[in-house]
């Protein structure tokens, strides 16, 4: 564990900060390296991350090897040792057991991991999981904290619909495909860039996928998957939260490795509410501006993200006027207005929507970050709050945003 409390004072940020590769990118390609005995070489690798460590650390429980360098892993196996079909994990899970579990039973027909854990975000069952996987011809039970599954031989290829468009139902149905028995199709799915740096991994390795955009996947089985060598997509997370920390403190900051191409969604929404930026061949330049109201919704990629809209409620926040977040994946998403409204934010919610009355200065205090993206909202707060702001729980923000501490100092000026 790392830092459980973080301390922030108001700061106006000026100079440069590089976007780190993606989080939820580089869960999922460590997960998929379990689909091949040979190794798998990623670089712009958030190697810092919490939720990295413990990923890296079940991997280890299970046999892999990982050499960890600057921004770069290598994951291989012993030879001399088969691995494990059963996570034996006692510490804090993460919600990617899931995947782990279907790469599983997808290469060795079994596996047991422990149930999933992560941010607290309302209802995320695991129901479109154990369909899938039952749909293709494994037997899925719980037993004493862990989720287990068993398959007679390969999994075999079926015709996947989603009810909705679930990232991690998405890749799970590509990860049990890969090495089924035929042609699988998943319609319905969810196409976002992390989903698509998996796919193209996947294809390096031998998988055959194609995507017919939201409509459809189509992944032919293979006998075997080849090793790979690999770099990490930016963190559109991370881009998105230095660019709003831009306006709020009114700072000059030159984001570098800023994916525009996901985030133009969001993008024109924080453009048309005062955010004032310049492009570069891949870097993004936000000179403040000032923070007008805003109205979202969250919804699917090209959208804008869940994760997202704590940030933008910070934002209104430091607007004048009102501003309406509806979140329709994780409506009960909004616990951490509560300990915004202790720096001083107004705030009422009424069924899914949350209403933010901005224009109230924010003062600092004792908070506690009850999941990542919360937990950055209120380090943003601290940054244009009067005195200082204690944030408790801090470990949180560290499970997302990597080198934290360094990065802020540099634009500290």
Known sequence: MKNSIIKVSKQKLYGSVTVSGAKNSALHLVTASILSDEPVELHNFPNDLLDIHVHLEMLKKLGKICVEDNQYVCIKENKERLLSTTLDWKDRSIRNTLLILGALITRFGEGKVPLPGGCNLGDRKYDLHIMILKKMGANIWEEEGFLCGKSDGKLKSVQINLPIRSTGATQNAIICGTLANGKTTVWNPHIRPEILDMISMLIKMGAKIKVYGQKCIEIEGVKKLCGVKHAVIPDNMEAITWAIASVITNGDVEIINFPFEHLEVPLVFLRESGMKFYRGDN??????????????????????NSDMQPLFAVYGACSKGESKIVDLRFPGRYTYAEELSKMGMAYSVKGDLLKIHGGIDLHGCSVKAHDLRAGMALLLAGLVAEGETIIEDAWQIERGYENLNNKLELLFK
Do not use: A, C, H, Q
Request: charged share 10%; aromatic share 10%; glycine share 18%.
């Open 283 to 304: 870097t993004l330049i936000v000179r403040g501006g000032s923070p007008y109201p805003v109205e979202i919704s969250t919804g699917p990629y090209p959208g804008i």
